[in-house]
Each structure stands twice: as C-alpha cells, then as structure tokens.
C-alpha cells in the first residue's frame, strides 16, 4: 500500500512530528487531494500551544490542492463547472444542514472542517500539512481558475473570506467610506485589501512591525501608524482623528486581538460609523479590559462580530483576487518551507518574522 | 411484510390512486413517520395537471406526522430536544449544502422536499398523502410542542413559513404599518396572520369570495374588499387609497396569483413603500399583463419575490402559532377528509369550497 | 400683556423655581402650545444635577399640548391633516436639514429640541413645564387622534420612539423571537411594549423594585428577573438561560443603564443574536467596567446603539399607542402633579416611587 | 444695479431664450453663487417638451459655481469646512424637514431644488443656466476639494449620486459582483463607474451608438452589448447569459428608460439577484410594455427604485470622483458650449452626439 507524509500535532508545545500513513482508497462521492500549498495560521499556532485541543491532529485549514482521485458521482464544483482528476481545488466539508446554526445559516456546530480533524481514525488525512487530504463525500469543491497562481488562491482564503463575511454584516464598505484596520497581520491585510477593492476612499492600517506596515503601504494602505512609535493608546487615538479631520473613520475593522483594541475602537469610529470585531477571538482571562459602552449608545454605533465564513464568501474571495485586486497582494507570503520544516514555519509566523508562511508539503 | 396504503398522482388529470406499499426498515439515520395530517397545496392541485410533473408520485409536502421508527443516531431535533418513538413531528429533506443555491444561502438545487419526490423506487412513500412517509438519513426534524394541537402546528407550515421568508427579505413588516394583503386563499390568511402578530396598524385583505373575507375578518383582517364588487383593479385601488388616507398602505404582499395583481400593488403603494410578490408563481403564457415599471423608479419602492422557506422560518413559525397569535387561525381547516376520500379533498380545495383541506391518512 | 408660569432651573441641584413669563404673539409660520402634559424624565433629572446643563433652562421634552394660536401659514400637519386652534398635537423642532449629521440622517447637530433650550431670551416658553409652550417658524407637527388619550398619547414619547429607533437599528425584532429587557424603568417599559407588539414569543424583564416588575407583567411580560433577588451577574446570565432553554435570548435590549448591564446582555445573548444598547447614556467614569469583547467576535453578534429617533418613529408610536397595543400601558403613568409641585414630580421620579411623573401645567 | 445673463424655458418646443436679470442683493443666510458649469440633464430636455413644465424657468440641476457673495452667518460647508467668498461649491436646497417623506428620510415634497423653480419672481436667477444663481438662506454646501478639477467635481453630480443612493437600496454591491448595466448615456456611465469602484468582477454595458460604448470601455466596461448589433431583446439576454456562464449577472442596473428593459433585466439577473430600476422615469403611455412578475417570484429577486439622492450620497460621489475612481470620466463631459449657445447645447444631447454637454455661463 502506498504511503505520505505528514505533520502532526502529538504532544502540546512539542514540534509537530512527521509521520508516515496510507494513501486511502477513494469511496464513492469522497476525493483524495494532493497538498500544493497550506498556510500557517495563528489558530494553528494557538492550538500546538492547547491543552484543550483533541490530538493527534494534522493541521492546515488554508489549503490549495490538486484533485488526484475523484470518487464516483463527484462531477461538478459549486459553479457547476466539470472537475476532473488534476484540476486545483479550494474545499471544505459540507455542513451537517440540519443543526440549528445550519437552520439560522451560520457556522455548522456538527461537522468540523478539515484541519481541525483528529487523525487517529482512517483515513487520517484531514488537514493541510500532509502530502495528501482526504476529503468525506460530498464535499464542497471550487476548481481554481486557469489563469489563477496558487499563491493568489491561497491568499483568497487567508483572512478574506472571514473578513468578508464580517464586511457583509456590517452592511458593507461603502463608496468613499474611511477605514481603520486595526491590527497589520494577515486578517488585517485582508481586511485592508478588501476596504480599497470595495471603492474606501482612504485606508489606514495600525499596526507594527514597521516592515508590517511597508507591506500595508505596498498593497494599498493611504496611511500607516506604527504603534512602536504610538504607544499610547491615547496617541492612536488622536492620530487617526487628525487624519480623518476630526470627525473620526467611517468604519473600523479590529483584526489584532489586542488587549485594548476594542476600547479604541469605539473611541476612533465616528458618529453612526461601523465597528466590525474580527480579532478578539481569545478569553482575555481574569483581567478583561475596561471599555465604556456608552460610547456604543451615544455615538449610536453599529457592530458586529464574525468568525468564519459561508461558502459563497469563499467564491467571492477567489474571483476577488483572480480579478478584482490590482495589488501585489501574493507578496504577503513571505517564507516557503517543506513539509520536513514545518516547525520552521510555524517558527516564522511565531516570531512575526513572516507575513504568511506556508508550507508547501510535496516541494 | 406490513403494508400500507397512499394515493398515487398516476394520470395527468386523473383522480389519484389509492396504492398499497411495503412499509420500509429505517436504516441508521432515517426515520419512519406515521402521517396524521396533510393538507391540499395549490401546488398540488397545479401538478396534477401538469403534464411536465414526474409521476407516479405521493403528493403532500404540508405534513404534520409522529415517529413511527427512529434510525440509529437519530437522538435530538434541531432544538437539540430529544426524540423518540410517538413523537409528533414536523420535517423535511435536508438541503445538499454544496450546489451555489445552499452555497447562497437559497433554495437547494439538488435535493427535493417530500411531497416531490416519485414513489417508483424504494422506499416509495415519499409524499403526506399515505400512511406512513420514509425519511432519508439525516432529516431536518422539529419536535412538535405538547401544547399544541395538530392543527396548529399544520398552520404553521401552511403559507406562513414561505410568507416569512418574504418578510425578512422585505426588511420585515414595521410596528404600525398598514398593510394590503391580495388575496385571500391560505397563503394570503398566512400573510394576514403574521402582519397582525407583526404589530401592523391595519391589514386590509382584498379576495373572494365572501365567505373567505368573513374568515379573513375572524383572524384579524381589520378592512376587506371583495373583488366581486369591486370588480375593475381600479376599483380596488381606490378604496384601498380611501382607506389608507390617500397615501396607500406602507406595505403590499401580493398572495392571489391573478394577471392584474402586480399591477394594481404598484400602483397601491405609497411612495418608498414594499411589495412582497408571493403569489405570481406561474407564467402568465403567452399573453403577460402591461406592467408601468416607472412606478417602481418613481415611487422609490422595494420589492422581493420569494418561494419557499429555510429551517429557520418554520421554527419561527410553529412558535408564533404556539405562542404568538391569538387567533383562532385552526379554524381555515374547513374540510378534513379520510384518505380513501383524497380526491374529495382536492375537488374541495379546486372548488374554492375549502379555504384548507387536509387528508387525515390513519383516521 | 397676558402672563404665564413656568418652572426654571436656575442652580444646580436645587428646586425648579416658578417664574412668570409673558404670553408670546405668534409670528408667521410659529405655533403657541397650551401645554396638557410633561412628563419627568431621567435626562431632566441629571440635568438638574449637572454643572454643565446651561440654565436657566425650563425641562420638559416629553410633552402633550393643545394649539393655542397657530401662525400664518401652519395649516397641516406632518401627515396632511388640517389642523385648527384647540387641536391636541405632539411637536419638534424641525432638524437643520443642512449639517453633516442631518445629511446622514442623525440627530441634528444644531438645532436643539424644547426643553433643552434656555429661557433667558424671548419667547423664554421652550420647554413642557410650563403653561405654554413656543414653538419656532416651521415646527414639526402631528396631530393627535381623536380616538386617543392624552395618557396613551404622552407614553408614545416616553422611550418608545428611542426604542424604536433601536429596534430599526437592529433590523428588528422577528416573529418569534426571545428578548431579554434589562432594565424595569419607562425605557424598559418601552421596550416590552414594543417586543410584545411586534410579536415575540417571550419577553423577560430584568429589573428592580417588585412593583415594578408587577407592572411589566401586566403590560405582557412572560417572565421577570427580579434584581432584588438575583443579586449576582453570574445568577441573572444564569436564570435567562434557563429560561431560555440554555441557548439565550434572541435579543437583549439593554435599557438599564448598569454597571455591569452590557457585560451581562453579552453573556446571555445566543449566538448570532442581536444587542440593542440604548441605556449606557452617562460616561462610567475612572472605573469603567471590565468588558469580553471575544464574545462579539466568538458569537458573531451584531450591536447597535441609539439614541432619541427620527420623525417617523412618533408617527408610528403614536399609531401603535392609539390601535396595536392591548395592554394597559397607561397605568404606567403613576403620579401626576400640578405645576406648582413640579419638584414633588421630579422627586417622586429621583425616589423610584413613580414609574412616570407627570406635570399638568394647567390643571 | 448690475445686471447679467440666463437661459430661459418661455414656450413649449421653442429654443430657450437668453434674459437679462438684475444680480441679486444678498439676504442674511443667502449666497449668491457665480456659475462655472451646468450639464444638460434628460430632464431638462424632457422639461423643454413639456406642457405641463411650469414656466418661465431657467433649467440646470447639475451645477458647479463660485462663491460670489456669502450672505451673514453662513460660514462652513456641511462638513464643517470654513467658507470664503471663490470656494468652488456644490449646493442644494435645504429640505423643509417636517413633511412626511423628510419625516421617513424621502425626497421633500416642499422644496423644490434649483434648476425646477420658476424664474417670475425676485430674485429669479433658480437654474444652472445662467451667469449667477442665488441660493436661499440655509442652503446645502460643499466646498470642491481644491485637488479636484471642475470636470470631475461636475461628475460626482451628474447620474453617480442617483446610482448611488439606489445602491445603497439594493444593499450594496457586493465584492466580485457581476453587473449588467443596461444604458450607456451618463447615468449608466455612473452606474459603471461605481460598479468598479465598488470591487465588481465584470460589468456589462448595454446600449448604443458604439461610440458611447467605446467610451464605457474606456472608463472601465469589461464587455459591452450593442444593441444596434443585438436587436432583438431575446438576443441580449442570451448574450449576458453567455458572458456570465449561464447564471445571469448578481446584479442588473437599468439606466435606459426602455421599453423593454424592464423585462429583459428580469431575464438577465441570476436567482436571488438584486435589480435596479433607474431609467424607468417615464409614463409608458396607453401601451405599457408586458411583463412577467412571476420571474420575481420564482427567482426570488430583490428589486429598487430609486429617484434623486440624499445629501450624504453627493458627499461621497465628491470624494469617489476626487480619490478613489482612477479611470479617466471627465472624457464624458464630451461637448462645451457658452451660455450663447445653450440651445446648441440641447441639440448636442438630443442627438445622442454628446454624452455630456455643459454650458460654462461665465466663459
């Protein structure tokens, strides 16, 4: 029987440790993908770090792939266009469809997506640092398009399809709109990319470090505040005011999961503006920030919460960045590394050092 | 082997056939339901003289049953409320959750509702209008309250989840609105309840005939016109201008179907007012209505179609007429019959003798 | 020259002072008010303890009154009805039309509403606790309908109109759905008369003293929380889900103005749930409280704050005063007081004792 | 006193004929404005047909101009900016603010903007075709951004405010959108224009002659369909289905007027799209064209109208000219004609040889 590799999530805070398992054999509806690229992204940093999260587990949920067997009676992808055994495809699990988040239309509560499956149960491919991923029958499957590089794909679903899914709930971006983007990470670029694609009128990205902020400037962002040189909330504060004459962004889109980045938010955002709160995806443990909610109803704002993304986010984003974004956005990926260095790609995101780090598992 | 009967769509034109069907084992996921009520749908009277209907076919898609038989796996509702055996129930077919409709949040391509489906293959019983209804592994299932009769519970899946649905698109139905309701068969009754549990001002209900506006009147109707007295569009849209003081109602939810229906809402409407176009479901062949889309400029108005419903309409549904309305709305069931009598119940709804009329298949 | 009284605010923290004032000629287009009724709300009685309120000042903004002289040119009012000398109205300044917030469709920044005018210059009458009231050129005008109370009439401008504004805000509230009221004063009040009107399924009210959870259960309150009893956050979160069924309110409606109020509205919401913050009027001071803002982003919540309401939101109040609500929301005026003993109302206002106090001037 | 120059609409189908008028004294909260350009709109062409137009009137609603005179107490634009007399501005009329479509946020019923006011009375100088115009006290302002050049600052008001409140109606478009745009004159140029700038993957222009197609290709069409080429109605919406894979656009905008436009978008927009009726300002007379609103129904459509704008639409189209569209739209401003010639400059537009004709009054 044939063997692949791939990384795994044995023990916490330990490397992840290559490992050797079957190639499966392909039930009807069910796909065998061959890995071209999966990003590390802070959530697969966080959980190598979790006592709480199940292992063994493969991670990588940014994935970009080639269908290398296609089961029985899986013949089309979501935009009805023919797939066959070859072709690069962006996946993900089907939703159970019948939970109460699938009934409101938000994320499923039952089916897990892949990355975040235990391997120890065949076919224990199920996420993206692996040669190859198995994918349960009847998947969701969009075929990347010809005249798309893998690198634009990945980046299609790195923070975009989450911050647009947000921007959607916001009521969206509107013409001319001023945009704060708190945070210079990956979700903030995605959210900077997304505010100019969508006609803002000036974006500016906080953030840090100052080689963050060249890249920010590099796909679009109008202005950049280094938070080394402003400490101070106080000072970003009034930086951003200054910049948007006094009256305050029509819009803020938190994307660091800073300690008080919620709090400056409210205080930056104008009168009636948008306040949409991507990052603040931890527990702030036994010490929450202070924040003053009259800002909320004085100022009456609007905000909104997101995580994750619906499927359809997903074919916007691809067509967004085939088509749409004029910026050299596929510089975000800044390090490249084999599946045998995985652990120096997580390495790189840890230290800041990288952007985006992907690795690239049959280089 | 047990068997049981049903009534086989079989002819086009033709009385449906009364069939006897080996009553299914439930495989692991699928549940046996043992149907108590079904109700006469427009859309099934339409199919059985549609030509292009697939047949043979077990209509009913309106259902109100109790679990015969749970599959293995099969524990909880989408309330997370367990199930068991003797459970009244309402369900349906879980959505594919992976064509562009699901992926959009809309009606799924791929997988069809009970009541749709063609009863010549194993398990057969696919449709309300028999004894027992197989459903397929994994179904969408709502446990009926005990407080609540079956009668209401068929209610609320009658009209009022598709009217719903319609609602929400339309930005919903304002505290204090006045509201026009065209027509007054089952799905405009629907319209008519939730826009007086919506908190509407005044409903006015135009239909025919008079017995259906009394009926109207007992579930809230505030004002009716019948349009066999106000028998030219004009007519009607002068009274209904009179009784919203020459302004026109803030909303207009087209239920009758008829040619000159759309017409007469438009020019109802006030300025920046809503219309929900519910009822135009079929084509109008080969000679459709003069239409002046310049009121639709002119007027700043917002209009939606909308067909059918997601999960989530029907939880919100079964509530309202738990809970929620004060009505008596059990009483638009006018006609109840026996399954052997499954053609009475359609000749009675075809007559517009019966405002509802259900098959009771076990009584 | 004709005289009036009217009461003053002329040092902080102390009693109104009675002072007499000359009964102004109408200019064209002005309108002189024969005040009915104002009520005491919680903005006036922080005013009167504010060194930052200019003065002197006349309060009163929640006002019913009687068309004493009606200037040249004021012949109808907002909806088109005539209107005459002795007709009962509710009034507002008319907005700039021309700042950046009336451009988008905010509270005016320039032009203030009566009773937050000085009376220092002539026509000194600007606000309701006075025997007349005067109104500048091209006010905003709706007639009050015959069929309707003064009572029911004045509770259309007690938090109704705010509370409505907040629903819109939110997108509203659906058919079916739970809300969670925090808070049992007239904003809270407010907002239970509006979940019920417009069709929730089960409205729970937090709040403190019993009495005033009494009234909120007879005007449709399914459940009450009482403060008094529950006296820990954790217990109050703790108690909704339960009665909830563990998943949480769909809506909360925040309209307490507590320390600890939003923290708590964001631990019961479910997810995907909706916040109306509408009570966090006043700054927290050097203590602001602690605030998790991962529960926005972890449970995809949306937010929104309001303040004061738009012109249309009265027209609909007053609509739904006069013919959607059922309930008896009148009792919720417990105290009323001649002119003379206005600081007997504001007192029986700073006490709890009085759910809403009213002044009579006239009486 | 001094005198100058205005075109004059005296009779119905005449040329309009060049008045003297005396320049106005300037009342406190007045501005007497000095005109650089007025665009001929398709109104102002329709007016000059029209008997039922009152006259006599000086046209032009699309108007740029120099701060001649700032009457006493008019200081800043409605963004706050300090004024002096030679700021370029943009104005409007303020509206009353107390009607019932100022009361929902709707077009004034009271005041008539600039360019439709009859010019009988003192100081008669109301329309863009004349050498000054005064605005009555309070009147809307906004300062030009000194980067801006007169032609595109003349662009944001022509065609791109309406587009964009009626966006803002469908809700948005969404990234990656795909919009047809039916209409190639300049209210489909604006709806182009925004559908890029708003992150649209491909839009489509329908119209004619090629030379105005030629022209959309050049400020950013990514397909056009002429229809001197595509004659039939059945033969477009096979094309924009051919061109978008056989779903049909997310999105149709109809900027033609057509007879038939109506009912081809309806063919044209993919289920669950959205459709904006722009064009459709005309009386279709005695013949008002067929049309079938089931496609509303059964594709489960969203649709607008949408007439004029609000203030807050012309600040954004000002800032979208000046940052934020980089493609070259003041080529559309195709024909210049001085105040002399103003009839030539009517020829010019109802021969379809200009896409945008301006008189510069002052040249």
């Not at 065998?32 to 990003?39: E, G, H, I, P, R």
């Not at 962006?90 to 499956?117: A, D, H, L, M, W």
């Not at 910026?327 to 990288?354: C, M, Q, W």
Request: include cysteine; charged fraction near 20%; charge should be neutral.
């Amino acid at each position: 029987m044939a063997t692949c590799k791939a990384a795994v999530f044995v023990e916490v805070g330990e490397p992840l440790e290559i490992q050797e398992f079957p190639i499966p054999n392909v039930e009807p509806g069910g796909v065998l993908v061959k890995m071209d690229m999966a990003a590390v992204c802070a959530t697969d940093v966080h959980n190598r770090y979790s006592p709480t999260c199940p292992r063994p587990m493969i991670f990588g949920h940014e994935n970009i792939g080639v269908i290398d067997r296609l089961g029985k009676g899986v013949e089309k992808d979501v935009l009805g266009q023919p797939l066959k055994e070859g072709d690069r495809v962006i996946f993900r699990s089907t939703p159970c469809g019948r939970c109460f988040n699938c009934s409101i239309g938000e994320n499923c509560q039952v089916v897990k997506n892949y990355g975040f499956i235990t391997s120890d149960q065949p076919p224990h491919l199920r996420g993206g640092f692996g040669q190859y991923l198995y994918l349960d029958p009847s998947p969701w499957l969009l075929r990347i398009p010809d005249t798309m590089s893998n690198d634009r794909a990945l980046m299609s679903v790195i923070g975009n399809h989450t911050v647009l899914n947000g921007i959607e709930r916001i009521g969206g971006i509107s013409l001319s709109d001023t945009v704060v983007v708190q945070g210079s990470g990956p979700i903030g670029m995605g959210a900077l990319t997304q505010a100019k694609a969508a006609g803002a009128n000036r974006v500016i990205v906080i953030g840090a470090p100052a080689s963050r902020l060249e890249l920010a400037r590099e796909i679009g962002a109008d202005d950049t505040i280094d938070i080394d040189e402003y400490r101070d909330p106080k000072q970003r504060v009034a930086k951003v005011k200054e910049l948007t004459g006094g009256r305050g962004p029509d819009v803020v889109i938190e994307c660091s999961g800073g300690n008080t980045a919620f709090q400056e938010g409210l205080e930056m955002v104008r009168v009636a503006g948008k306040f949409l709160v991507v990052g603040q995806l931890r527990d702030h443990g036994p010490q929450p920030p202070p924040i003053t909610p009259f800002l909320i109803t004085r100022k009456v704002l609007r905000l909104n919460g997101v995580i994750s993304s619906k499927p359809h986010h997903i074919i916007r984003t691809v067509q967004m960045m085939n088509r749409v974004v004029k910026y050299p956005v596929e510089k975000l990926i800044t390090h490249r590394f084999p599946l045998s260095d995985v652990n120096g790609a997580f390495e790189s995101h840890e230290t800041l050092e990288a952007m985006v780090a992907v690795v690239l598992p049959n280089a």
